[in-house]
């Protein structure tokens, strides 16, 4: 007769099935589709939790396939009006002091978007300076909340080392955002090429995805999904893009 497995070690690989679970069943809800970021600066009127589930839902019913969402309130908020079946991205941006990294940089932060309802952990997977190694944060997100575990990065080699330290999904999310990148404007095409060659697991494009030809690009790099957030739901940027613009252009003239 086979002894019980110790309780540490059980509970351990039946996080892991019900993470492997959910891994595949939100690969294949997301797959080839549109996943619609729903953010907002905080002080925005659009930053209320209700005004985001509003958002979320209107991307949903128009085809969206999952959604990206940033802190524990506005998680619970889409989870309520959205339902059990569609996928959520979570996150939490946090500025911490002497770091900066800010998309859930730490096991805290990833618990409670967690307990909001999101079913994949969005985390910076970038090389910089962090409170809690790479590595160990998602070994712990894997064990502990039994979550899989997107890997926002800026370069190849981000990109490499997050697979290898057992990101389930790599997303460009950061190209053009960090000081190794910040010559470069996203989208971050050419990265994602890239990690579709050399990646073992699944590539997200993420980050400046302007139009529908530049999604359907992405798509037929390779990307299981592309993420786009400003040009969909970002109405504050937009508005002071376009007025920006405007006064710019009364400015030239009144100049001549």
């Known amino acids: 007769m086979l002894s019980p497995l110790p309780y540490r070690l059980s509970y351990r690989l039946l996080n892991l099935f019900e993470k492997g679970y959910r891994l595949k069943s939100m690969n294949e809800k997301i797959c080839r589709g549109l996943i619609v970021s729903c953010q907002a600066p905080p002080d925005s009127p659009l930053y209320a939790p209700e005004v985001i589930a509003a958002m979320a839902g209107a991307a949903i019913a128009r085809g969206a396939v999952g959604l990206r969402i940033d ?35 730490e096991f805290e ?60 999904v790599v997303g460009t999310t950061l190209y053009g955002y960090t000081r190794e990148t910040e010559s470069q404007s996203p989208p971050g095409f050419d990265l994602l090429a890239e990690m579709v060659g050399k990646l073992s697991v699944p590539a997200i494009c993420e980050g400046g995805i302007a139009s529908p030809a530049m999604a359907t690009k992405a798509l037929q790099l390779g990307a299981i999904a592309v993420v786009v957030g400003t040009d969909i739901t970002g109405i504050d940027k937009k508005v002071e893009a376009y007025q920006k613009a405007i006064l710019d252009t009364i400015a030239g003239s009144a100049a001549k």
């Open 71 to 105: 802190t524990p309130a506005h998680v619970a908020a889409v989870r309520e009006l959205v339902g059990a079946e569609v996928p959520i991205i979570g996150l939490w941006k946090v500025a911490l002091e002497d770091y900066s990294v800010y998309i859930t940089p």
């Open 109 to 168: 932060q990833a618990a409670a978007i967690a307990a909001a309802g999101a079913d994949i952990i969005a985390i910076d997977a970038t090389q910089r300076n962090r409170p809690e190694p790479v590595a160990t944060l998602i070994e712990r997100i894997h064990n502990e909340l039994a979550k899989p575990v997107m890997a926002d990065i800026d370069t190849i080699e981000a990109a490499i080392a997050a697979a290898n330290a057992g990101a389930d």
